[in-house]
Structure formats: structure tokens, C-alpha cells
């Protein structure tokens, strides 16, 4: 995922309306009547597949970042569109409890809310992708500490809805030395907490030293904890980009994508399947599906792989849709191997 920030006056507007959300959501579930609950089997031609599907919540971000989707809803969303799991996003979900008297309570009412829809759709909550939280990797150990302590309460979230994993970025000195020393600190302090509560921390290969495969792979094998792995993201190779930017500007330098993946296999707990655009075949235009798949295979995963859709040139759920359709037919080629 690309990271977007609310500003201003729209995200007073967001907040506002999220947080309308939140307390309504919570009464109408006082409400809901179990024998109309929705339910969510895998559709057919999935159920050979060697691994499952779930919707990357951040697919979303634009309709909701527009108003014009609830994040509340994400779990029916991802039920309508036939969905087994889903991925939440929590910079999406920050507005509705930062700035509340009681940030812990208004939080846990967010759960509450989520939990309960994810309940009545009958959609596996997966994992939280986690933002916003400070840099595990900073070269302050103060700063370091006080990320590993922001980042606790998700673990608590992901335990709370029944999710595996959350997914965490691994941001701080650019210093490749420096980077490897102060995210296996920030990491270990993370993952040892993760650990007690029994939740995965998972790195994502998410721009700059981060999508460096090779020094990822070296910060886990150092860290050497069972909780603690990746996230490898089909795209997200950006080493880096025009003026030093972390995200939005041109990428000038990038790390080899299928080697990446590869690389990263062997410590992933999940799978990110991002997608930009798509051609009038159906094939992903910037990345060779069927290949990605084949190293997801041969590493031996059979979990959820995520669906991203990250382009602008379709609507985000026909991004989606085409994402999903192009995994499900790669994924038969595979599956009948």
C-alpha cells in the first residue's frame, strides 16, 4: 500500500463521520437478527486453489477516504464481493479514536463494531496493516521504544478480532548498518511482547531499506523469532525515489521484484498480491502473475494471499474483481500441476 494522510478540513469531515458511524454501527448490532446474518463460502472455482483469498481493505481507501465508504462496512464489502478474509487497514480507523477523551474505550468500541460485523458476515479477520505508529528502525532508541509501545495496541487489536498477524513498516535510518542494527532491536522488543499475546509481526517490503529483500532477510534471521516474518508485497520494491520522497514521487530505483519475493518466502506469514492496471486480456500489466504465484507455491505457503488493487485507472472494485479473477486463474494453472 501507498500511504495517504487526512489533512484539514476533510479529515475533520472523516472524523466526524466516522465517528457518527462507530455508535450507530454499535446499536444497529444490538439489533441484528442472527438468522439474517450473511455468510461467506469460497465460490467454486476457488475451493481447489492452493491457497485463499482476502481483501486488502486498502483496495478501499479511495471510496472511503471520498466518504463514500463506511470503514465500518469493510467486512460486509468483502462479503458482497465474495470475500473469505479480510485485511484491515488502521490509519483508516485512527480518526475515530485519536482525539477522543478516552482514546483506549473509543477504540475498543471500534472493535467491538468490527468484530461483531466480521462475526455477521462470516469473513476471517486476517491481519491489521499497521501505519502511523512511529519508525521501528529510528536511531533514537527513545524514539524506537516509544513506536514499539504505539504499535502495542494493535497487537492487542489483532488478538481481540482473532487475527494472526499485524503488519508492521520498518522505517527509520537509511544507513543500511545502521537500519539492520535498529530494526532487529525495534523488532525483537516488538515481536517478544506479539509473542505473549500469540500474533505474528510481519514486515512488509514497503519502499527505501525495507524493500531491500536481502537485508530484510538478514534482519529476520537475526531476530530469530517464530512470531516474526514478512509480508512480501508483489510491488512494493521502490528502493528509492525522486527527492528523497518515502512515498508518491517517481520511483528512480528498484529492487528486482521476482527475486524479492522469492527472498522473502521463506520467513512470509502472508502474502500481498498488489496489482496497478490491467489489459484487455486480463493480465496485470506491470507484473506476471502466474510467475508470483509459482514462487508462492514453491515456497510452500498455502495461506491468504491479499488482494491490493493500487491503480487509478479502474474504479476500485473493478480492480479488485480483476485482481481476484487473474489470482483464481493463475492459481488453477498451479493447483492442477
Excluded at 494493535?154 to 499485524?166: K, P, R
Aim: charged share 30%; aromatic share 8%.
Amino acid at each position: 500500500m501507498t500511504k495517504t494522510t487526512l489533512t484539514g478540513v476533510s479529515r475533520l469531515m472523516l472524523l466526524f463521520l466516522l465517528a457518527v458511524s462507530v455508535f450507530s454501527c454499535k446499536n444497529n448490532n444490538q439489533e441484528e437478527n442472527p438468522a439474517e446474518v450473511a455468510t461467506s463460502e469460497p465460490e467454486e472455482e476457488e475451493k481447489d486453489l492452493f491457497f485463499k483469498i482476502s481483501l486488502a481493505q486498502w483496495s478501499l481507501s479511495q471510496p472511503i477516504f471520498e466518504g463514500e465508504l463506511d470503514p465500518m462496512d469493510f467486512a460486509e464489502k468483502a462479503n458482497e464481493m465474495g470475500f473469505e478474509g479480510i485485511e484491515y487497514v488502521s490509519q483508516l480507523y485512527t480518526p475515530m479514536y485519536k482525539d477522543s477523551a478516552d482514546p483506549e474505550a473509543a477504540l475498543q468500541i471500534v472493535l467491538d463494531t468490527l468484530k461483531s460485523r466480521s462475526d455477521k458476515f462470516n469473513v476471517d479477520n486476517v491481519l491489521i496493516m499497521v501505519d502511523g505508529e512511529g519508525d521501528l528502525a529510528s536511531n533514537s532508541e527513545e524514539e524506537r521504544d516509544e513506536a514499539v509501545e504505539n504499535h502495542k495496541k494493535w497487537v492487542d487489536a489483532a488478538e481481540f478480532l482473532g487475527a494472526h498477524s499485524i503488519r508492521v513498516n520498518l522505517f527509520g535510518s537509511e544507513v543500511p548498518e545502521e537500519w539492520q542494527e535498529n530494526a532487529v532491536d525495534g523488532l525483537t522488543k516488538l515481536s517478544e511482547y506479539a509473542a505473549g499475546k500469540d500474533i505474528n509481526v510481519l514486515v512488509e517490503n514497503h519502499g527505501y531499506l525495507s524493500s531491500n529483500a536481502a537485508l530484510l532477510v538478514e534482519v529476520m534471521e537475526r531476530v530469530d523469532m517464530e512470531n516474526c516474518g514478512t509480508l512480501p508485497d508483489f510491488g512494493n520494491f521502490c528502493l528509492k525515489r525522486e527527492g528523497g520522497e518515502r512515498w508518491e514521487a517517481k520511483c528512480v530505483e528498484e529492487y528486482p521484484i521476482y527475486q524479492g519475493v522469492e527472498e522473502l518466502m521463506e520467513h512470509a506469514k502472508a502474502v500481498s498480491a498488489k496489482s496497478y492496471d490491467f489489459d484487455e486480456t486480463g493480465q496485470e500489466t506491470k507484473i506476471d502473475f502466474g510467475r508470483m504465484l509459482q514462487i508462492v507455491k514453491d515456497a510452500g505457503y498455502t495461506g491468504y494471499i491479499g488482494v491490493e488493487y493500487e491503480g487509478q485507472r479502474m474504479s476500485p472494485e473493478e480492480g479488485i474483481i480483476a485482481t481476484k479473477e487473474i489470482l483464481i486463474e493463475e492459481g488453477k494453472k498451479l493447483s492442477n500441476q
